[in-house]
């Protein structure tokens, strides 16, 4: 059973840091491109990120493009977000998603796995 987890959502400041990560079991994660989407209240759910199968390839939302940093770590089936300069649009439920054969990374029905979602809530 694939199982996608994410962890670190919370309440930061505008101006902060924050670090989300997913962690990935039941499936052979060094053959899967990975990526971070979020979906606010009343919006469709938007690319934050995504990152190749090997690493080498780094893709980013036009919303977030500077600002935040997508990394895997493979020895331990993780993915992890570093987001800074948040501010108060970045507020969302941010996902993680798991895809075999991507060719289009920012697409949600390119992904075949997802987990259920960490709250960001950037608010002073």
């Known amino acids: 059973q694939v199982q996608l987890v994410e962890s670190g959502g919370g309440l930061v400041q505008p101006g902060g840091s924050l670090t989300l990560s997913c962690a990935a079991s039941g499936l052979p994660f060094n053959t899967y491109a990975m990526g971070w989407f979020r979906q606010a209240p009343g919006k469709e759910r938007e690319f934050v990120a995504a990152?190749?199968?090997?690493?080498?390839?780094?893709y980013y939302g036009h919303s977030v493009k500077g600002r935040h940093t997508i990394s895997r770590d493979d020895a331990k089936n993780t993915v992890t977000l570093r987001m800074n300069s948040l501010e108060p649009e970045d507020t969302a439920v941010y996902y993680c998603?798991?895809?075999?054969?991507?060719?289009?990374?920012?697409?949600?029905?390119?992904?075949?796995?997802w987990g259920q979602g960490t709250q960001v809530t950037v608010s002073s």
């Open positions: 990152i190749s199968r090997t690493g080498a390839s780094k």
């Open positions: 998603a798991a895809g075999k054969e991507l060719t289009r990374v920012g697409v949600v029905n390119e992904y075949d796995y």
